[in-house]
């Protein structure tokens, strides 16, 4: 509910300060709830509040990269302009990468919970299990998004090239259309 509802902020957001600082503040924003998560006592009051403050930055986290992917192919088509129609492998590898990354995810955790004794169906656990959790939840989450925050900061596309690409990539379908015209005309007059 709190990621749906943060989406007009995030439109804002990224139009105010671009894509790649709007990916970057909304998956910050995270931290410091996991962190919070792990380290509180259970009160119900308190995790709602969390994980509907949380839920503001994963909506960052996972519907921003889908306004980036569009930026990675008018980069590609300018870098490669005789190369054309290869929108749908972009879209189809990055769909197929984040449902794998779920699987492998799915099945970490499954695994550790499983290695450190977990019971199903039982209503008490083993000590194992709780600091399991609290890893699966909070310290394994951050690493990753650390990880992927220093390959963001590699991403060539800023605002200026995309803007640049946009240009480009406008010019090309003018002129595109300007010899389509032409050949009509001359096709006419022939």
């Known amino acids: ?7 007009p902020f995030w439109q804002w957001f990224l139009t105010r300060f671009g894509k790649k600082t709007a990916v970057y503040t909304g ?8 962190v919070l998560v792990v380290c509180m006592k259970s009160n119900l009051i308190v995790t709602y509040i969390v994980s509907f403050a949380s839920g503001v930055g994963v909506a960052a986290a996972f519907l921003l990269p889908w306004s980036m992917l569009p930026d990675v192919v008018d980069d590609f088509q300018v870098q490669n302009p005789d190369s054309a129609d290869h929108e749908a492998l972009f879209y189809s590898f990055y769909v197929f990468f984040t449902k794998f990354a779920s699987g492998v995810s799915l099945s970490i955790s499954t695994l550790s919970l499983d290695f450190a004794g977990y019971i199903s169906r039982g ?3 083993p000590e194992e299990v709780h600091l399991t959790l609290k890893v699966l939840v909070s310290a394994a989450p951050i690493a990753l998004i650390i990880i992927g925050l220093v390959i963001l900061y590699f991403y060539p596309i800023n605002e200026e090239r995309r803007q640049g690409n946009r240009k480009l990539l406008q010019e090309q379908r003018d002129n595109e259309t300007d010899s389509e015209t032409d050949s009509t005309e001359l096709a006419n007059v022939v």
């Open 27 to 34: 998956t910050l924003s995270v931290v410091p709830f996991m």
């Open 123 to 125: 209503c008490s656990q």
């Open 1 to 7: 509910l709190s990621a749906t509802l943060a989406i």
